[in-house]
């Protein structure tokens, strides 16, 4: 499968504690998006690399939110101190080409559940 | 107000209808479009991609952008049950990489 992978698929956790998602991208796509979407909403932008660099943060990424991307390949997005209101599907996607002419691929989305 | 509003439906048609599905976007420096189509627990996969106004034909699939009235489209023809599904409209600025905005999604069932 060459698609955009996600993992875990599904993660049940505390409030208060710490989780860690992974995305990765097809391999030579060179941007890669993390989005948010709750139950009824369409995805929200949460942040955007442009290889390795971080180019843009939604307000929605609070600073518990951190994401990276070493060596521009696969991705990490860490959320500290969970809170119920962190419970959403997480959908990274990535893409390559000029810009304005791109096209996203999503991944199937890591569901988090905080209890 | 939301910068792209979309009827959450749901939406129920008989196999082999035509369906019709819309979305109205406020901010006229959307050039793009997209139509994704989401199924349960599953990421969006596109569907159509559009730039600036006019038509656009995939198989079964028409997509539409009229920007003087920010409205657009999406039909499909001789609906499949396999066609039940949310559908995101979505569009992002010209120039840049692609924020994408989405709509709310409408939920369609198509009937056997």
């Known amino acids: 499968d060459t698609g955009v992978s996600q993992n875990p698929r599904h993660k049940i956790t505390k409030r208060g504690q710490n989780v860690t998602f992974r995305c990765d991208p097809i391999?030579?796509?060179?941007?890669l998006y993390w989005y948010r979407q709750t139950l009824g909403q369409g995805p929200e932008f949460l942040t955007y690399?442009?290889?390795?660099?971080?180019?843009?943060k939604s307000r929605l990424l609070s600073d518990r939110f951190s994401a990276e991307r070493p060596k521009g390949s696969f991705s990490t997005l860490e959320i500290q101190r969970t809170e119920q209101g962190d419970s959403a599907m997480y959908l990274c996607?990535?893409?390559?080409?000029?810009?304005?002419?791109?096209?996203?691929?999503f991944g199937p989305g890591t569901r988090l559940l905080v209890l | 107000q939301k910068e792209v509003e979309q009827d959450p439906g749901p939406l129920s048609v008989p196999e082999g209808a035509i369906v019709s599905l819309n979305c109205t976007y406020s901010n006229s420096a959307f050039q793009y479009f997209m139509w994704y189509r989401q199924y349960s627990r599953k990421g969006p996969e596109l569907l159509m991609y559009t730039y600036s106004s006019g038509n656009k034909e995939d198989g079964r699939f028409t997509a539409q952008v009229d920007k003087s009235s920010k409205y657009i489209s999406l039909f499909i023809r001789d609906s499949q049950p396999s066609d039940s599904a949310t559908y995101l409209c979505?569009?992002?600025?010209?120039?840049?990489?692609?924020?994408?905005?989405f709509g709310i999604g409408t939920k369609l069932q198509v009937i056997p």
């Open positions: 391999s030579e796509h060179n941007r």
């Open positions: 690399f442009q290889n390795e660099a971080q180019l843009e």
């Open positions: 979505a569009m992002s600025r010209s120039g840049g990489y692609q924020k994408v905005t």
């Open positions: 996607a990535s893409s390559f080409g000029l810009a304005g002419e791109e096209t996203q691929y």
